[in-house]
């Protein structure tokens, strides 16, 4: 029964802690307001080390550097979209886990909603075709080999 | 109904074979600077000890010839492949300056002491901030910096003798004929 209860505790225990953030308790901002922008920013950073963890998650130590100086930013006084600027200056538009929608990018952006919309209206004009087939009925030479057809399997 | 448009999906899918074929070439470490043709940022940092003076990004602006500026670290891995590569240019006459990137200055004396030094001038930049500000992702990285201290290209990793002949020497070239 105890080793049920601990082996439930040791569960549960693994279960509430979700994925270890990589923040040293030493790089933290006293501010919990300002903490908490830096680890939503950072959140959004790409660690350009590691290509695809964002800064918050990585341990590289560029990845540490790039935190503190965000922090260093908001510190300063920049706003949450000042900060994010300074690096993207920086390693360019890289440095954003989510692609912004600049020109470059408009494909990536429009290019499902075009080919879902152009898609869609194939499909309604193929399906509109179909319809507008008139039904003709059959000629008499083709009812009458019917009629054998159907016979035949009586 | 046209024949012809059954055609459009097979098109549209070696479109998409080919852009991903051509994706899969590329290396995903080589970021491209936001640097071009800008010039350097401000910076201005000690030498290696205190014999041996630094530089500054003031240094390239003065109607200078185009210059390499090599950043570094005695903790790389890539850097000793490179090195023999970066003497070789140092002795053909093109005047490299070292950036030693989060390093210990003494460990990079100790290191170029061992390998040889190619570098005309070294600056330690042990809290990374101008290797940032160079959005510098990884060592070795080296920039091209024309006569206005102006950044013209930037090479992610170790120069080959591939890179050196094809690339960055008739860049050199180029832009010692530029006013």
Redesign the interface.
């Known amino acids: 029964m105890r080793r049920l209860v601990l082996a439930a505790a040791l569960l549960l225990a693994m279960s509430s802690s979700g994925p270890a953030a990589a923040v040293l308790p030493s790089e933290q901002l006293r501010d919990p307001t300002l903490e908490a922008r830096a680890r939503t920013i950072s959140a959004t950073l790409r660690c350009?080390?590691c290509?695809n963890q964002s800064i918050d998650d990585s341990d590289a130590?560029?990845a540490h550097?790039?935190r503190v100086?965000v922090r260093e930013r908001l510190t300063a006084g920049d706003s949450d979209a000042a900060a994010v600027q300074y690096l993207?200056?920086?390693?360019?538009h890289?440095v954003l886990l989510k692609p912004p929608v600049i020109p470059a990018t408009l494909v990536l952006w429009l290019g499902p909603v075009v080919l879902l919309v152009g898609g869609g209206i194939v499909v309604a004009r193929?399906a509109a075709?179909k319809a507008r087939v008139p039904d003709a009925g059959l000629t008499a030479d083709e009812a009458a080999a019917a009629a054998r057809l159907l016979e035949g399997r009586g | 109904m046209t024949r012809w448009l059954y055609g459009v999906p097979v098109l549209l899918l070696a479109v998409l074979v080919a852009v991903f074929a051509h994706g899969l070439t590329k290396d995903p470490s080589r970021i491209p600077s936001t640097l071009i043709d800008r010039p350097l940022p401000p910076f201005a940092l000690a030498g290696l000890d205190a014999a041996s003076p630094g530089f500054a990004a003031a240094d390239f602006t003065a109607g200078h010839e185009p210059r390499l500026l090599n950043v570094f670290a005695s903790w790389c891995a890539a850097c000793p492949v490179e090195h023999p590569m970066l003497l070789k240019i140092a002795a053909g006459g093109t005047p490299v300056y070292g950036l030693d990137w989060k390093d210990e200055p003494a460990k990079a004396s100790a290191w170029l002491a061992q390998l040889g030094n190619p570098y005309r001038r070294i600056a330690s930049d042990p809290t990374a901030r101008t290797g940032i500000d160079l959005g510098v992702t990884g060592v070795p990285e080296t920039f091209v910096v024309d006569r206005h201290g102006r950044i013209r290209y930037k090479q992610v990793g170790p120069i080959t003798a591939a890179d050196w002949e094809g690339t960055l020497r008739p860049m050199l070239d180029r832009l010692r004929a530029e006013a």
């Open positions: 350009v080390v290509q130590p560029l550097d790039l100086i993207v200056d920086r390693y360019g890289y193929l075709r």
